[in-house]
């Protein structure tokens, strides 16, 4: 899909969307949807879709299209509906600066650098993958060590391979998606190492992705050493104890060219920063309520730069919220004020939104920081449900209706998910 070029950029918009993926695309569509009149995203990249477009496996629109898609059949089918709905799309453009009353200052190959107002503001600026750096894992400095997102880039879409001999660190999606992919070219992927005693990507991919292709995935295993001059030669595996300290008298070598990293996502904030929005240390992204507005005035934010989705329907269902919201604060027809603010307790790290307003009805996604079988989530004693298991890695997210809260007078709310 080739975005059509930006000739006219207004100097001032209802709604500015700060990145062009699935999040910024939905809240594009629900910003027009709830009477936004004058709509701008904005996406650094020459196209619109974010990641999606380096995703050409499928998976993709089970929950929101009810069929599976690939990545980028995903992103044509929204990108169609944003031109459809005339929301000026701008790509090729850096958003670096946002102040609070609202003004962009944009860096464009076409238009030069920019100042432009917003109405609203909707932050989708996405997640970017954790490197080495992180996580400083010992050795030499050669090339071949690089994340596996980055990878999948050049496999799907520069047609390059990143080497011949792979050992993968980190059980993230990314990781299980590209041990596949590499396999499908002819690359031996040795094994994937997960420092944690479980996997951190989502059971269908472990199957698919490891389980189909014979695969090792060692758990409790870390790299400590990484060899070669120029480039990769081997690394040094180690088992770790239950305070992830490596034994490194049971440590073994591995001889290969290349290391993929797939440990994790850090939401995109540098500009959240810039206007000192109220952030989650457990997210690392903004605190927002249940209309998805920041700390900040008619600052919206969803998808991964708020907290990282393991699906993208759930970013796209998050993000028509947020753009709805947006719409509404431009156009004046604002929600009564959330009452409730969510505590995270037993066995939840975090819970989106942070606040919730007894007289709508929610969707609050939430993660837990350990896996549990036959369970049950306890909102106080307003809400519980049954599940059947919970892990780190998959989202949960549950529904909570106006009638579970109308008689609830707190204004705290507590979040637990305990054995049943
Ligand atoms: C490798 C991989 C495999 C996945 N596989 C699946 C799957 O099988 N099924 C599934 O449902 N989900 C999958 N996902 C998850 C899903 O794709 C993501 O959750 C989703 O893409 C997040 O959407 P987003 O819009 O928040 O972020 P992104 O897709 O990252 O988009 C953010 C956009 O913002 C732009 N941007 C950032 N900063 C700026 C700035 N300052 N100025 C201008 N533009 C900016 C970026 O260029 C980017 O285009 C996968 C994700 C990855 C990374």
Known sequence: MITPELRHLAPRYDVVISGGGPAGMAAAIGAREHGAEKILMIDREREAGGILWQCIHHGFG??????????PEYAQRYLQQVLADDIDVLTDTYVYDISPD?????????????????????????????????????????????????????????????????????????????????????????????????????????????HDFDIPLTLSSTIVDIRGRERVTGVTVAPVDEHLRPDLSRARDIDCDTVLLSIGLIPENELSRRIDLR????????????????????????????????????????????????????????????????????????????????????????RVRKPMEKCTIRFGDVLSSKVKYVFPAEMVNITVKPKFLENFHDDTLRVDVVQR
């Open 279 to 366: 952030l989650d240390p457990v997210t690392s992204g903004p605190v927002v309520n249940s209309t998805m507005e920041t700390s900040a005035n008619g600052v919206f934010a969803c998808g991964n730069v708020v907290h990282v989705h393991d699906l993208v329907d759930f970013v796209s269902q998050e993000a028509l919220l947020a753009g709805r919201s947006a719409g509404d604060y431009v156009t004046g027809h604002r929600p009564p004020a959330d009452n409730i603010r969510l505590v995270p307790g037993d066995n939840v790290a975090y819970c989106v939104p942070h606040t919730l307003s007894t007289d709508r009805e929610h969707v609050v996604y939430m």
């Open 102 to 210: 609202r003004q962009l200052k944009l860096m464009s190959g076409s238009h030069g650098i920019r100042t432009i107002e917003a109405g609203a503001v909707v932050l989708a600026m996405g997640a970017r993958e954790r490197t080495r750096g992180a996580i400083r894992i010992p050795g030499e400095r050669p090339s071949g060590v690089l994340t596996a997102g980055l990878a999948q880039k050049f496999v799907n879409m520069m047609g390059v391979l990143p080497g011949r001999r792979v050992v993968i660190l980190g059980s993230g999606d990314i990781g299980l998606i590209m041990a596949r992919r590499l396999t499908l070219e002819g690359v031996e992927v040795l094994g994937v190492h997960e420092i944690m005693p479980h996997a951190n990507g989502l059971n269908r991919n472990i199957v698919q992705c490891l």
């Open 62 to 71: 089970l929950h929101h299209f009810g069929e599976e898609l690939t990545g």
